[in-house]
């Protein structure tokens, strides 16, 4: 090995000796002499190791000279090596000298925030070596608003032209490289690593041209062997392994990726960091055969025993999962008699028995005949008469008109013949039904007060709304007041404004949070897929870090996590700073899983938080792996036959013209707010909260959700009938009073719901709720009221927020929220008054 020369070249610090150099010389030989006369004597313990573990490789991007500047006078970062490389003019020299920068036994600050085989921040671990490669790059111009490009290394949105390192450089390179090796032997093949490797996400040097084949040729590093690579890539040509085990053997490599199932941008980043290194011909962030083939021949050579495990998870994958189909419930009651033998209890008089809930003069029985010829069936405890014999595969049904009562009502089974024959009995769930005409008179009468109440806010300048009142199973009132658009673009008042509607579609803001979002999360813990118990890390593990792995599923729904109320994305002027702005969904839920910080200690200050239900949103669409959109609306929404409750209506065939107006002059407030892509029209049919519309394209957790009253009164009738709708079932009974009860720390929370508590709520329950009752608000103007006690459901919809602003540019209000009809608790106030006087 030829010697190895440094600091040939003179550097732009001083060298000189001045007074202070002497004086510190002069304190080392005093520091020196004084551990000299210590009685110290030698004793080589056999339990240690070297500090050095990695070697690092990097380009610098930039040329000599500004190297220069960047590792040597500017301070921030640095390097233990920098190598020149020749045809560059800031150089200046034709012979290529090695320059150390720091002492490989001293810590130099060039890896940042990075991650080798368990291994966090190796600049306390490792040696960097910086060499000078100019790569070209370019940044697309033209991103669209909701593009899902990234703004990263490797992403499409980047075009890079990565040109050859310099032959006698990586020479050099080489002999540096197996000198560092020598006096470090704890840096093993995969402990030769880049800069993307360990910090993927954020760095691509030393790129794709670098030749770490020619580096394992000199013994330095790791690569496949060729036949190993081949072996793989033909079985993986026929079945490849899920993403989620190619997440693990990236991981049991070293690179930090958490196994999240999902191609996700870390994944991909990742990906691209490995081909740069393994397979710098194929560098397209995908997990293709080649790829995955080149990474097990890796794990095949240096870490056998840890393929083994891998491997026979990859075996067990290709089995085909026999799936255990659920029956799919068809109503509250959906269930075989004689009971089967593992559900009947020792206690003879609770088996064959169920209770049901119906209204007085409704509902309706089907009997399934699987081979029984007769049977005894008793509906409140009264005999039905049905077929006698009944034929073995036929199915009957029966009206209960006669029989049934508002409320809870009974079935009993008994002498189902022959002996081990059995029969099918369902009994759907109650569905909405208009009141009668001959009730309009006095039903108008009883809600005189509350129809003054509006109409007059109407006529002094409120905007519009609808109201809908359900009780025991009927639509007692759905009325229109006002206007669904009174102001055009620019402030003007239309000169004939667009009247409400009964069926006016409105954006229904945070009711979003529970009409959508929990009801996804209800239904999904009815059918076992998700306990609000859990870490939400064990449904989303790649939400770590900074206490996220304590944070529980149910800590979200009940605003106990420690976020703050919301990160205003949507704009660089947020509180976090540039770095958290983003108008892009995919870095917005990035964003959110591992760098918006908590504000508070979990449990220490409970704050209503968007950000909690962005998080539940993207928490649904892990376990569903759909979009939040499509899993409610293809899941819940259509088959309930909703057809105006939907997100992003207008790219779903809706019209503005059916869609009630909110806010005058988009979301400048009235001029007074500004940030990129501000919209400055009157918004109709578009989600009016920023977070919601920039930064997550229209879908999200906690806004974004459109809907009728008539079509809430449909979901919040599925509320009162314990969770289902005539013969569809969405969520147990069980699930919705967990969901409903008070919190053990504030009883006005339920988990995601607001409940009255006792009057704890007036302002949104008025006085004359029940302890059950819950709902929630939103902030365009709505309000949901359910009561299970009095069998009572509002729904308030208005668009207060389509009125003018008035106020400086500081402290300022919309004049809808002036209005009682705005403030939701008198409404809701004079319609339990309607209810309650009048016994309705």
Known sequence: ??????????????????????????????????????????????????????????????????SVNALVDKGGVSSHYLLPEKNDESYGDNALTIYQLVDENDRAWHAGTSYWQGKKDLNDQSIGIEIVNVPKCKRSENITEFSSEQNNENGDNRN??????????????????????????????????????????????????????????????????????????????????????????????????????????????????????????????????????????????????????????????????????????????????????????????????????SYKGRGEIIIDSVDATSADIFINGQKLDIASPLLAGNRYKYSLQRRTKNGDNTLRVENV?????????????????????????????????????????????????????????????????????????????????VAMKQDTIFDIASNTKMFATNFALMTLVSEGKLDVNKPLSYYLPDYQGGGRETRLVKDFLTHNAGYSPQVRFFTKDNKLGKSFYSQNPQKSKQLILNRVPFSVGRYTKRMYSDTDFMLLGMLIERLTGQALDNYVERNIYQPLNLTNTLFNPLEKGKYKQQIAATEIHGTTRGGRVDFDNVRNYVLQGEVHDEKAFHSFG???????????????????????????????????????????????????????????????????????????????????????????????????????????????????????????????????????????????
């Open 417 to 497: 013949m022959p002996e081990g024959a059995t029969i099918n009995i369902i009994i759907p769930y109650p569905e909405l039904r208009a009141e009668t005409n001959s009730n309009n008179k006095s039903l108008a009468a009883s809600f005189k007060l509350v129809d003054q109440q509006i109409t007059q806010d109407v006529e002094d300048g409120f905007p519009g709304a609808v109201l809908l009142v359900l009780k025991d199973g009927k639509v007692i009132k759905n009325t229109a007041y006002g206007y669904a658009q009174k102001f055009g673009d620019g402030g003007e008042l239309l000169a004939k404004p």
């Open 1 to 66: 090995m030829k010697t190895l020369s440094f600091f040939k070249k003179p550097l732009s610090f001083s060298q000189k000796k001045t007074p202070l150099t002497l004086g510190l010389f002069a304190t080392c030989l005093f520091l020196l002499a004084s551990c000299a006369s210590l009685p110290i004597e030698k004793m080589p313990s056999q339990n240690f190791s070297k500090r050095i573990k990695f070697l690092v490789m990097h380009f610098t991007a930039i040329d000599y000279q500004r």
């Open 698 to 840: 229209g879908v999200a957790g906690h806004a974004g959700l459109f809907s009728t009253t008539g079509e809430m009164a449909v979901l919040m009738q599925t509320l009162l009938n314990g969770g289902g709708y005539g013969d569809k079932h969405f969520f147990d009974k069980n699930v919705l009073d967990q969901f409903t009860k008070p919190d053990d720390g504030d009883g006005s929370f339920g988990l995601g719901w607001r409940r009255s508590n006792n009057g704890a709520l007036k302002w949104h329950f008025g006085p004359f709720a029940s302890s059950s009752a819950y709902g929630h608000t939103g902030w365009t103007g709505t309000v949901t009221v359910i009561d299970p006690e009095h069998d009572l459901a509002i729904v308030l919809l208005t668009n207060t927020r389509h009125s003018l602003i008035e106020g400086d540019d500081v402290n300022y209000k919309f004049t809808g929220k002036s209005f009682e009809t705005g403030k939701y608790g008198s409404i809701i106030s004079l319609v339990y008054q309607a209810v309650l006087d009048s016994n309705l």
């Open 160 to 357: 890079c032209f990565f040109p050859d390192y310099d032959p006698e450089q990586i020479e050099l390179l080489i002999e540096l490289s197996k000198d560092i090796l020598a006096r470090n032997p704890d840096i093993g093949p995969t402990q030769v690593i880049g800069h993307a490797d360990i910090a993927p996400t954020r760095k691509n040097d030393p790129g794709p041209r670098f030749p770490w084949y020619q580096l394992y040729q000199a013994g330095i590093g790791a690569w496949y062997e060729k036949s190993d690579m081949d072996e793989y890539w033909q079985i993986f040509q026929r079945d490849m392994p899920h993403i989620g085990l190619v997440q693990k053997a990236l991981n049991t490599y070293g690179y930090g990726i958490t196994e999240t199932g999902i191609m996700d941008a870390s994944t991909i980043d990742t990906l691209s960091a490995f081909q740069m290194h393994f397979l710098p011909w194929n560098v397209n962030g995908k997990a293709d055969a080649k790829t995955v083939g080149a990474l097990f021949a890796l794990l095949k050579k240096y870490k056998p025993r840890r393929l083994e495990s891998l491997w026979q998870r990859y075996q067990l994958e290709l089995v085909p999962v026999t799936k255990i189909v659920k029956p799919i419930k068809r109503g509250q009651i959906d269930a075989v008699f004689p009971q089967p033998e593992e559900s009947r209890s020792e206690r003879a008089l609770v088996n064959d028995r169920a209770i049901f809930k």
